[in-house]
Structures are given as structure tokens and as C-alpha cells.
């Protein structure tokens, strides 16, 4: 897997599939991507982030995330097909939610908010959905570059 900006993979040995679909001009960058595992089988995930130069996700723009994600959130645990799943607090937000059971590719799916706007580094923010076994998946799909 690699980073905008960096020349060498962050995990050695990890290849990652990945596509980005941006509208010129946009704030933000839809990102899917495909995790092989040594099994033969391939995660999946498709997040959200700010786009490269995008103007960062303001406190004020946090809080309202925050609220809107919890209130979505809640309405989907009352179906009874959702369990909470909230991520290690590692950032000012760190939201989630699980798929109560397996997906029809033996995997749990998360979806989550993570959002930083109190540390020194600049502001961050990713939400998405991804599959999050490692022992789990689909054939790959995706065509590798």
C-alpha cells in the first residue's frame, strides 16, 4: 500500500488495488480499494477522504459530522442487523458500526468516521465501509495495474 507523497510502500510485501474517482474542483476523492491476502481472496473497501490540496474539515464541520453519523447510526442498530463497532480512539473521531453478521463473502463490514482536528498535524478525515477479515473475501475483481 502507498500514500500520495511517499516513495515506498507503507506496508512491505502489501499491494493494494486502488481507484479514486474525484470531479475536478471537488473537496472530496472516492476511493475503492481491494486488499489481497495470501489466500487467494481480496477485501474490499471504499472510503471517502479530502482531496489532495483540499480545504481541511473544520471543528465546526466536525461536530456536524459527528451528530449526522450518530443519528444515521442509531437509526441502523434499531433494525437489529447492526452491532456498535467503534475503532481505537486514536483521533478527536473515531465512529462505527459492524454488520451484526458476515457478509455473503464471510467477511464483518465496518463503516466509520475518523476525523482529526485537535492535533498538531494537519486536519484529517476518512469515513467509509470496508471489509475487515483477514481470512475472509472474494476472488479478486479488480484488474491490477
Known sequence: MTAPGVPFPLTSGYQEAEWRWEVPGSRFVVVEGEHPSDRGKSKRSCEIKLAEKAEPISTDEEKLLRATFLVERDKLLVTGGYEYWNPDPLFSTNL?????????????????LDIDTRSDSQPFFMTGSAEQDTICGAAPRLARP
Not at 451484526?100 to 464483518?108: D, M, Q, S
Open 96 to 112: 462505527g458500526i459492524r454488520l451484526a453478521r458476515k457478509n455473503p463473502h464471510g467477511c464483518r463490514v465496518v463503516s466509520f
